[in-house]
């Protein structure tokens, strides 16, 4: 007997289910179909596609048809593999150091050879200007936007920015290169780890995106950033690694440079052809990578010439003019100890790496200034007044805080397993911890320190670091990450919005490049087996 029937009326009717009709689909329809759903949506294991195969194709035999899809995972992944869209072939090089090798006491990194896997970027970027999908979503020349209520001038995506509308000028005013269209290709390199219980497993990617899309697009993933590259990641001398990631640059992007002093007709997503520049835009890295751009010493600022000592002085911004000039008038003693400059850079048409390093949101400020400075900075704090024992114990309410506060607004209590005390914070870490740690710190601190905290959260004004200083918690402030946020302005100016610029964007890409592949691999030099997966 089934149920009453007022009970079957007051129920709620569900969401309708969209089942996608496939009789009407041809045979190779079919086949991407259920390749994309074995491979990339189930990711079914090789013994799970052959036994489902074979119950597949007996079914068939039964009702007397000979036709199968696949015959087994061997032939899907052939199918996979010779998929012609999007299809950018993954290369290699080695790299050794040829230095002076010492006869006794040589370190493994002089004598081994160093595996760099890349992508062609020109065929990358090709791909993304051909993408129909966001066709209409595509800035194809820069402009300048204003409000109608008070002409004031504003900053969203990056062609929207004074650095795209400078160099479109350029472009212009060459008559080889006139009525061009300017193509920004935005990098941004990384290092993640893929696990950390069966050892160093990390992986040091290189991305690519075209400036021209809008900044959602790039947010959404809909294949406007890439990986380009795996780079050596070494552990070695500082100047080695160095030279090691410059020229690993520069053989990745060399074909890149011919375009980017004469055009070529590139294909566009509305199925018009454009005769296009190439031109490196802004670089996304945190601040150790940018010291390896930059070629400084570490606690110096890329951005500008504030002496390591005192960054808060309002100094003049580095170029890449300035740079060689002191290069040519200066000794390398002079260079380290006035200007922080140890080597010379790569060098590219219309590219200077102090200028196009670009802010970094992530880095910069959720996990630089907010989570490795003031959060570091009240524990420090605790320890000093309380001391060990009883700020062990704010230190735990503190965490027991966080958890009912995530509780109440409905996040996600499993970001802090163990509290606020583990080694490896990740984006979603800090932010979550962003979203209460105001509330939960009032009362065990300086009601100053709550101020810093609200000012930093607010983004509108620099952390007044004087607050730690009347404590005498910290002793020195010459901090880069901090000093980095008094360029944000000018650089917004520059190239727009930095919501389109932020690593969060490849953080998230991680997932998909690096961490689910490498879980798809037997975890034995896995890297061979995740280039084709990718």
Avoid at 152 to 168: F, I, R, T, Y
Avoid at 207 to 224: K, L
Avoid at 438 to 462: D, Q, S, T
Avoid at 521 to 526: E, G, V
Wanted: proline letters at 4%.
């Amino acid at each position: 007997m089934g149920p009453p029937a007022s009970i079957g009326n007051n129920l709620t009717p569900g969401p309708s289910v969209i089942v996608e009709d496939i009789s009407t689909m041809g045979p190779c329809h079919v086949k991407f179909k259920l390749a994309n759903y074995l491979f990339m949506r189930n990711q079914t294991p090789t013994h799970s596609i052959d036994q489902l195969l074979n119950i597949w194709a007996a079914s068939l035999v039964q009702a007397g048809s000979k036709f199968t899809l696949f015959s087994d995972h061997r032939d899907l992944y052939k199918t996979i593999d010779n998929t012609p869209l999007s299809d950018v072939k993954w290369q290699s090089f080695s790299v050794k150091y040829t230095g002076a090798i010492p006869d006794e006491g040589a370190l493994p990194w002089m004598e081994d050879s160093h595996d760099v896997w890349f992508r062609d970027p020109c065929d990358v970027v090709r791909n993304m200007l051909a993408n129909s999908e966001f066709a209409m979503e595509i800035n194809l020349q820069p402009y300048r936007k204003f409000a109608t209520e008070n002409d004031e001038h504003q900053w969203k995506d990056l062609m929207s920015g004074d650095w795209s509308w400078a160099h479109a000028d350029k472009i212009s005013e060459n008559p080889d290169t006139h009525g061009s269209m300017f193509v920004p290709v935005i990098l941004r390199s990384d290092k993640t780890t893929v696990s950390v219980a069966t050892g160093q497993n990390d992986y040091y990617l290189l991305y690519a995106s075209i400036g021209n899309v809008q900044n959602n697009v790039c947010r959404a993933h809909h294949g406007a950033v890439a990986v380009i590259g795996f780079l050596a990641l070494p552990k070695s001398f500082r100047n080695f690694r160095r030279q090691l990631f410059h020229s690993s640059l520069s053989f990745i992007l060399k074909n890149l440079e011919p375009a980017m002093t004469k055009p070529e007709v590139a294909r566009f997503g509305d199925g018009h052809h454009w005769c296009v520049i190439y031109g490196l835009g802004p670089y996304i890295a945190d601040y150790e990578e940018q010291v390896l751009l930059a070629c400084i010493l570490r606690n110096w600022c890329a951005k500008c010439l504030s002496h390591r000592g005192n960054l808060d002085d309002i100094s003049l911004c580095r170029s890449r003019s300035h740079t060689d000039a002191l290069i040519e008038e200066c000794n390398s003693g002079t260079l380290k100890s006035k200007y922080g400059l140890v080597a010379i850079y790569e060098q590219f048409p219309r590219a200077d790496i102090h200028e196009l390093l670009a802010p970094d949101i992530l880095h910069q400020l959720i996990k630089g200034a907010y989570k490795d400075h003031l959060v570091e900075w009240v524990e420090k704090y605790l320890l000093q007044t309380h001391g060990k024992k009883q700020a062990n114990i704010i230190l735990d309410d503190i965490d027991q805080r966080c958890i009912f506060s995530m509780f109440l607004h409905s996040l996600d209590c499993a970001d802090f397993p163990q509290g606020l005390h583990f080694k490896q914070w990740t984006g979603d870490n800090s932010k979550a911890l962003m979203k209460v740690y105001l509330p939960v710190i009032e009362g065990y601190v300086l009601v100053n320190v709550v101020h810093a905290f609200r000012a930093l959260l607010e983004f509108c004004y620099l952390v007044r670091r004087n607050v730690f200083k009347t404590t005498r918690v910290v002793t020195t402030f010459s901090l880069p990450r901090q000093h980095s946020m008094s360029h944000y302005v000018y650089l917004i100016r520059l190239f727009g919005a930095l919501n389109g610029l932020c690593s969060s964007i490849t953080e998230s890409k991680h997932v998909k490049a690096i961490k689910e592949p490498w879980r798809c691999s037997s975890r034995c030099k896995a890297l061979g087996q995740m280039l084709p997966t990718n």
